[in-house]
């Protein structure tokens, strides 16, 4: 199954497609990450996605789109994956249908995680992330066991840079600019499910979980 998980920022798209990734044994995909990766080993598209994501706008298509379409022609995504956070303009959902096609393969499902915007910017600020396995914690809502340690891997917990509250208002008016079309896009194709994001994590799940098992109509 090819499973994407749309959702502004901050909605839980990472929170939750870690828990579907153990649910399931789909990998996880995204493209934040991978730039994030980049960047730690230095890279040259790492440094390139750098100024972008400092400054809360998209990296350019044509970045974006051939890393994710690298990363899925990898084996162990040969029987699917959940892609978090790409597609996030038209240009990448055609690029991406192409690729699928090309391959005889298509996207199944594409989950919307709905959160009003005034919820968005707390949980941006409020967000820890593991530095080793990326997991994310939020200092109310998901704290850690121990202060500024991932309970799964012991790894230090940081904050990321574009989560200033400058950066964060950038960062959700691009989505609602740029990746509201992809929302439609889906919706247009059948394949869109949208769910509740402003419950708790693991109700959001049982949504999620309950929400791909349904048949769609077309
Ligand atoms: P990326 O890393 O993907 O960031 P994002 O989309 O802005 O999403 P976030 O990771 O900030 O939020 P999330 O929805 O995953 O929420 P999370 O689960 O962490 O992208 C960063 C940058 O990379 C972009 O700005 C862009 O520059 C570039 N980029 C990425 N993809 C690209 C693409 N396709 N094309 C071009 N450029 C691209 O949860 C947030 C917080 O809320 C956490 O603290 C969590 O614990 C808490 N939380 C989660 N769920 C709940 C809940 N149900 N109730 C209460 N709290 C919750």
Same mark, same amino acid.
């Given at each position: 199954m090819y499973i994407i998980i749309l959702g502004a %920022?901050?909605? *839980?798209k990472g929170t939750q497609a870690d828990i579907l990734s153990q649910e399931t044994g789909l990998p996880r995909i995204a493209p934040g990450d991978l730039f994030r990766q980049a960047l730690e080993r230095g890279t040259e598209s790492g440094l390139a996605a750098k100024r972008y994501m400092d400054a809360g706008v998209l990296v350019p298509d044509e970045i974006a789109t051939e890393m994710i379409l690298e990363r899925i022609?990898? %084996?162990? &995504?040969s029987s699917g994956c959940l892609l978090d956070g790409f597609p996030r303009t038209l240009h990448q959902a055609r690029a991406l249908d192409q690729a699928l096609e090309e391959r005889g393969e298509s996207i199944d499902k594409a989950v919307y995680i709905e959160v009003p915007s005034e919820d968005l910017a707390k949980r941006l600020t409020g967000r820890w992330l593991c530095r080793s396995c990326q997991t994310p914690y939020h200092e109310a809502s998901f704290p850690p @066991?121990? %202060?500024? @340690? &991932?309970? @799964? &891997?012991g790894g230090a917990l940081y904050q990321r840079s574009d989560d200033r509250e400058e950066t964060v208002r950038g960062r959700l008016s691009v989505f609602f600019a740029q990746t509201a079309p992809v929302i439609d896009y889906y919706e247009q194709q059948h394949k869109l499910l949208r769910v509740? *994001?402003?419950?708790s994590i693991h109700e959001v799940t049982a949504e999620m979980m309950s929400a791909l098992k349904q048949p769609m109509s077309s």
């Open positions: %920022p901050g909605a *839980g022609a990898e %084996p162990d &995504c @066991k121990t %202060p500024g @340690k &991932c309970d @799964k &891997c509740n *994001g402003r419950l």
